[in-house]
């Protein structure tokens, strides 16, 4: 897992719940989901070592999170990186 990478895909991620949370209350719902809020800030200070599932089915398939294609670009980029899959 590069920790740089996933740092930089968090960073992206959080940038991206700034601007979109404003129009979508469904990405500021989101926002403060703790899975996710949890894996953003450990990966910001870099202290995750293994591959993590956030399971974001519910938040994909059933909200309007497909309407933001730059949020859902950011997010699915992180989602990717800590599943250990490299996005690159």
């Known amino acids: 897992m590069n920790k740089q990478s996933l ?8 940038k991206a719940f700034i601007e979109y949370s404003k129009i ?3 990405i500021k719902r ?3 989901y703790q899975p996710l809020v949890a894996a953003i ?8 070592n293994e ?3 956030l399971q974001l089915s ?19 980029e992180f ?6 899959f490299n996005t690159e």
């Open 7 to 14: 740092k930089e895909k968090a960073i992206a991620l959080e």
């Open 24 to 26: 979508s209350n469904d």
């Open 30 to 32: 989101l926002s403060a």
């Open 41 to 48: 800030l450990d990966a910001k200070n870099g202290t995750i």
């Open 51 to 53: 591959s993590r599932e």
């Open 58 to 76: 519910y938040w994909l398939f059933e909200t309007d999170i497909q309407s933001y294609p730059v949020f859902e670009q950011a997010l699915a």
């Open 79 to 84: 989602s990717l990186e800590l599943g250990g």
